[in-house]
């Protein structure tokens, strides 16, 4: 059972592993703050998607009194409008309008009912959706800082100009550093996992699946930089 599901605490040790690996190569790069931001962000994700395995107990309790509620009114109708004394044919005619009422109102409150139940799903939903919008976005600035790191740097025709940014001139380093950029993005993506293997939604596991498709796009860019730069070896 233990390789059956993810572990959100592995999950954070690898991000502050790969944050202290890339402290001691890249002191001063900015993806070191990324870095430390992407663990901070698995703690606090990793916490929100243990809460969201536990059941909403208020909600619940709002639903068992709202059932307990209706059989009370159906049993107290049914006792103020008993079948036993219909004696003619005006009887029978408000009777058969009685039940008729009385099935489409049991349909109704069956119907609220399934939505009433439904909507822990719907909260639970919304709150893994403003938790994936901040991871989304740190792969994107996981993208922007890997943008201007061109393998084109490494030859020696490149010749930079007043305004282009800092460059690694080094090949080891900026394999590394891309790589770097590789890991973060596939951390990113088992983040998102974590909620797909708590809240068993079908949108919820649509809006990870994009995530981790977006997280994997970006790191396949990254690779043909690699390739690039270990064709230049």
């Excluded at 393998?151 to 025709?157: E, G, H, I, M, R």
Aim: hydrophobic fraction near 45%.
């Amino acid at each position: 059972m233990r390789y059956r599901a993810l572990d959100p605490q592995l999950i954070i040790e690898t991000a502050e592993r790969l944050e202290e690996r890339i402290g001691e190569r890249f002191p001063q790069a900015g993806l070191r703050g990324v870095a430390a931001e992407l663990v901070s962000l698995s703690r606090d994700l990793a916490k929100a998607a243990r809460e969201l395995e536990a059941p909403i107990w208020w909600l619940r309790g709002v639903i068992i009194a709202a059932f307990i509620a209706g059989v009370a009114v159906f049993l107290f109708v049914g006792t103020i409008l008993p079948l036993d004394r219909i004696s003619g044919a005006d009887d029978a005619v408000q009777s058969m309008q009685g039940i008729e009422a009385t099935i489409n109102t049991v349909i109704l409150a069956v119907l609220g009912l399934l939505a009433l139940v439904r909507t822990e799903e719907r909260i639970k939903r919304k709150k893994v959706f403003r938790q994936l919008h901040g991871l989304r976005s740190l792969i994107h600035v996981i993208d922007m800082h890997q943008l201007t790191k061109d393998p084109a740097a490494l030859s020696a025709d490149f010749r930079p100009t007043t305004h282009s940014p800092q460059r690694i001139t080094n090949a080891a380093d900026l394999a590394r550093y891309l790589d770097y950029c590789s890991e973060m993005l596939s951390i990113a993506g088992k983040i998102a996992a974590l909620f797909a293997q708590s809240v068993n939604d079908d949108v919820v596991i649509d809006g990870v699946n994009d995530i981790e498709n977006l997280s994997s796009n970006l790191s396949r860019k990254i690779w043909q930089k690699i390739t690039l730069i270990e064709g230049r070896r």
